[in-house]
C-alpha cells in the first residue's frame, strides 16, 4: 500500500518532485504512476474548466447572434476550482488525508464514478440542453471529460496491482507467520529441552548436595553422639569420684559421730547405772528407815492398845464396820 499520496498541480512541481526524487532515496514504480495520475487529473480539472468557460462563450456569443468558434475559445489560467470538477482532485486530497484498504478504495472510486456521471456530466449535459449546439457540446464534453475517466480507469487498475501487492503481501506474511510460528516453536522447544536439562541437571546437584549434606550431617550427629557420651562418662565419673569422696567423707563423719555417740552413751550409761546405783541405795535405806518406823509404830501401838484395852473391841470393829464408822466410833 502506498503511505503518502503527493499532489503535483504543475509542470514545474512535477520536475521539481522528478529532481528530488532522483537526488533522494528511490521511490517505488506505484509512487511514481501515483504522481503521474495526480498531475494528470489536475491537467483535467483545468481542461474540464476551459471546456466550462468554452460553453459559457458559446452561450454568450448566441445570446448576440454570433455562430460560436470552438478554436477562439479564452483558455484564461488560475480560473477558479469548481465543486463538481474537482472530484478526482478532491479523491486524491481524500486519499491523502486517509489511510484506506486497496478494497475501500476500490467501492470509493466505484461511487466517485456513479456521482461523477450523475453530479457532472449528467448536470451538465442537462444545462446543455438548453443551448443550441447541444451536440457540439455534448461531444466536446464527452472529450474533455474522457481524460477524468481514464484516470479513474488508471487508479481502478493500480487498485488492482495494489490489491495484488496486498494479497501478495498477505501471503508473504503469512508465510512470514507460519515462518515466524515454526521457529519459535522451535525456539520453544530448544529453550524447554535446555530448562529440562538444566532442572534435571539442578536437580541432580540438589540431590547430591542434599546427599552430602545428609552424610554431613549424619558425621556430625555421630561426633556429636561421641562427644556427649564421652562428656557424659566424664561427667558420670566425676560425679562417681565426688559420690565416692563424699562417702568417704560421710563414712569417716559416721564413724567419727558413732564413735562419739558411744562414748556418749557409754558414758550416760555409766553416770545411769552409778545413779541407779545411788538411788537404790537410798531406796533401801529408806526402806529399811520406814520399815524401821513402822516396827517401831506397830509396837507403839500395840502398846497403846493394850494398855487402853481396847484391843478387842478395835479388832471388832474393824471386822464389823467400815471406815466411815469406823470414824464416827467416839472411843
Known sequence: MVDEIVMIHSEDAFKDYQRKKNKGSEVSETDEYLALMME???????????????????????????????????KPENMPDDKELRLVSDLLQHLKSTKMTAGQLDLLLDKLTMQFDQLVHGKLIGQLKQTDNYTFAKEYLDMEIQPIKDVIERMKRMIGTLQEKQITLNDDLTDAKKETDAKLIKVKEEVFSDIERQNKTINAKIDHEIQRNSRNLDESVKSLKNEISESAKKERKAAEDSIREIRSKTEDEQGKLRDSLTALSKQNQEKLESENKRMAKELSEMKEKTQKSLRVLSDYMLLVIEAAS??????????????????SINL
Open 40 to 74: 494528470e487529473a489536475d491537467t483535467d480539472n483545468r481542461q474540464t474548466g476551459r471546456g466550462t468557460e468554452i460553453m459559457a462563450a458559446q452561450k454568450t456569443s448566441e445570446d448576440k447572434g454570433v455562430k460560436p468558434d470552438m478554436t477562439q475559445a479564452a
Open 310 to 327: 481396847l484391843r478387842s473391841k478395835i479388832e471388832k470393829l474393824s471386822y464389823d464396820k467400815d471406815l466411815d464408822d469406823m470414824k
